[in-house]
């Protein structure tokens, strides 16, 4: 093990760490490397069995929230304080994805080559925004930017009188660079870039930092619905040529909370391999 190893290793040690979603996918793997680097865990997710058992394997504990209702998110912090005390660190990872649909997906995919061919008069219209209902909007942004807003609001009420917290948004490429396949999707994670500017400038000077993440198309549960197509695609327009993977996530959010980034607050990480769609 290298010196910085052995450094990073303690880089979190005595922290409390709230996480949302934290029973898959990148949140799993942002509690198992907290955990591994000395913090406390605090899991809060609708998975509740499968947040329970990472938890307790890591010697933290959870709580069943649904992150689209503020009381859910309000006990989530309340957990964490009557079993740890504070809360270093809240990160609003919770997520759901647009369903993939391939029929549109492939419409899309021949569209764009129309589009080389400089014959945008014969692409197809994709109907995103005509056929959406009411409930999918939403739904999307209830979970993403409202579960967003209820974190940062609950944690902020236990940071800002300890003078000390690090709050992490976990917003998308999509947030920076939307896409027409998923607008409720892309609005919600790019308001969760503004929400984080916003937050960060009332609460800096009162010792809260409040930053943004913006993973590019990583491997996790969540791309699970796509067709090989849909990945195919995708992987083309990334520079390195692969998925990302949730460890080169969990470093950055890992980093955003250390000490090492304490003169970091609203600012927006892209962690992408170079995404260019
Ligand atoms: P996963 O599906 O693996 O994990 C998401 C977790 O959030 C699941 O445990 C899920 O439970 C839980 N969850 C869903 N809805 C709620 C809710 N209302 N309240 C509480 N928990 C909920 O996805 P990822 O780990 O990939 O995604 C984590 C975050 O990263 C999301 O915000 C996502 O948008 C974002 N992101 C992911 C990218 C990727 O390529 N993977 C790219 C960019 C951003 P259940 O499984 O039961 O639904």
Sequence with gaps: MTANEKNANGEHTGQVVVITGGA???GARFAELFAKRGAHIVIGDIAEEAAHKLSASLGGTSIKC??????DVDALAQHAVSHFGKIDVFINNAGIAPIPNEERFATAVANQMLRLESNVAATTPLNVITDMTDDEWDHMLKVHLYGTFY???????YMTPQRSGSIINISSVLGLRPTALAPHYSTAKAAIIAL????????APLGVRVNAVCPGYIDTPLLAPMNELMKVAIVSQIGVGRLGTDDEIAE???FIASRKASYCTGEIFSVTGGYSG
Aim: glycine fraction near 8%; include cysteine; charged fraction near 20%.
């Design 24 to 26: 898959s996918g990148l």
């Design 66 to 71: 649904d992150v689209t209702k503020s009381n």
């Design 151 to 157: 974190g940062c609001r609950a944690a902020a009420r």
């Design 196 to 203: 984080t500017k916003s937050q960060s400038q009332e609460l």
């Design 252 to 254: 950055m959010v890992s």
